[in-house]
């Protein structure tokens, strides 16, 4: 069974840059032609595309994002990450990873990241 | 950019109850590419439907999606006590590669 786990701080101060890291057991993330990507959902509110990576390296970006997001894979360590630079108090959320398809039928449970001084 | 409008914001049904929940999109989208997703508190999101119709792995039949061009609808046909969460549509726009999510509706109990 594919399982992803994300990792990270907790806590980021505004301006600074936010990384996390998806460790993904049960598969391989380079062996199989899938997106793997990045999902977040501000408190009470709705969820939000990131950015995704193809197995192969190609990256696509949420424009709204673009400019601040880089989204990695590293296979030897089955894992991808994310970086999102210049945060501030809106970039606080939820972070999921997130196996990507046409539909997302796997996820990491999520971990929240907190913007603050 | 296709954007997703959900309806209902929120839906005050009994456990027995159907609900019928509403997806509209800004631009005509494949049926190939329409999904739903359960939510619960602080757990992630639960893919129940792809492709518009098909129940992903271990969904009951009791739910069901339909729905063609702009207007996709979730039906649970008889809530169960489990059902009661938050339901958001997602939409692949395959070029460029998109994933769009809707806002959700929230099922509770009345």
């Known amino acids: 069974q594919l399982q992803l786990q994300e990792s990270g701080p907790g806590l980021v101060k505004p301006s600074e840059t936010l990384s996390l890291t998806c460790t993904v057991s049960?598969?391989?993330?380079?062996?199989?032609?899938?997106?793997w990507g990045w999902i977040r959902q501000p408190p009470g509110k709705g969820l939000e595309w990131i950015g995704s990576i193809y197995s192969r390296g190609n990256t696509y970006y949420n424009p709204s994002l673009k400019s601040r997001v880089t989204i990695s894979i590293d296979t030897s360590k089955n894992q991808f990450s994310l970086n999102l630079s210049s945060v501030t108090a809106v970039d606080t959320a939820v972070y999921y990873c997130?196996?990507?398809?046409?539909?997302?039928?796997?996820w990491g449970q999520g971990t929240l990241v907190t913007v603050s001084s | 950019e296709i954007v997703l409008t959900q309806s209902p914001g929120t839906l005050s049904l009994s456990p027995g109850e159907r609900a019928t929940l509403s997806c509209r999109a800004s631009q005509s989208v494949s049926s190939s590419y329409l999904a739903w997703y359960q939510q619960k508190p602080g757990q992630a999101p639960r893919l129940l439907i792809y492709g518009t119709s098909n129940r992903a792995t271990g969904i009951p039949d009791r739910f069901s999606g339909s729905g063609s061009g702009t207007d996709f609808t979730l039906t649970i046909s008889r809530l169960e006590p489990e059902d009661f969460a938050v339901y958001c549509c997602q939409q692949y726009g395959g070029s460029p590669q998109t994933w769009t999510f809707g806002q959700g509706t929230k099922v509770e109990i009345k």
């Open positions: 049960g598969g391989s993330i380079s062996s199989s032609s899938y997106y």
């Open positions: 997130a196996r990507l398809e046409s539909s997302l039928a796997y």
